[in-house]
């Protein structure tokens, strides 16, 4: 192959439309936009435009909100730990962080940490596990198997650092 037989693969480059230069072009006058109007001149901008009524967006009613403060944790039942040490996608060697279950597989998300919740079954591996937060049926289950949990303190919203919640304004209201 030399240089002056380069081509490009059909169909990788597109040649523009040509427009308003003439009928016999096929898009000549109108440029393919129709008749007049606002749509056949530049600058239009009425994507939701509904011709004057109460556009569809603002009838519809609205319910709820996010909750920007709100924290996110991943969460696992004592019964998926189990079975994913069982499983053997963990070991229960070393202590068992939010790291360790996300490499495996086991949950998901949780940017604000990792919480353990009780299962239906009794814990029957010997687990250390460092948590976020954990409910008290589950720290129980994993001492009476022998375990320990650390549970960690939960990470500070920085949108939020610096200013009281509702339960410190209270409290200061009722010294005063």
């Known amino acids: 192959m030399k240089l002056n037989q380069l ?29 007049k ?18 556009p569809m967006l603002r009838r519809i009613p609205k319910r709820g909100f996010n909750n ?4 996110c944790y991943a969460e696992i039942n004592l019964d998926d730990l189990q079975e994913a040490v069982t499983s053997k996608k963990i070991s229960g060697a ?4 939010l790291a360790i279950l996300l490499d495996a597989g086991v949950v998901r998300g949780g940017k604000d940490g990792l919480r353990i919740v009780a299962g239906r079954q009794p814990l029957k591996a010997k687990l250390d596990i460092v948590v976020t937060g954990a409910t008290k049926g589950a720290i129980a289950a994993v001492e009476k198997a022998g375990g320990k949990i650390e549970v ?11 200013k009281p919640g509702k339960k410190e304004q209270a409290k200061k209201a009722a010294k005063k």
């Open 7 to 35: 081509k490009d693969n059909p169909g990788a480059r597109k040649t523009r439309i040509t427009v308003g230069r003439g009928i016999g072009s096929g898009k000549g006058k109108t440029c393919g936009r129709g008749v």
């Open 37 to 54: 109007g606002q749509k056949a001149r530049s600058g239009v901008a009425i994507k939701g435009f509904e011709g004057g009524q109460m």
């Open 68 to 71: 920007y403060t709100a924290k």
């Open 94 to 97: 070393k202590p068992i962080d």
């Open 152 to 162: 960690l303190p939960v990470k500070v919203n920085k949108l939020l650092k610096g």
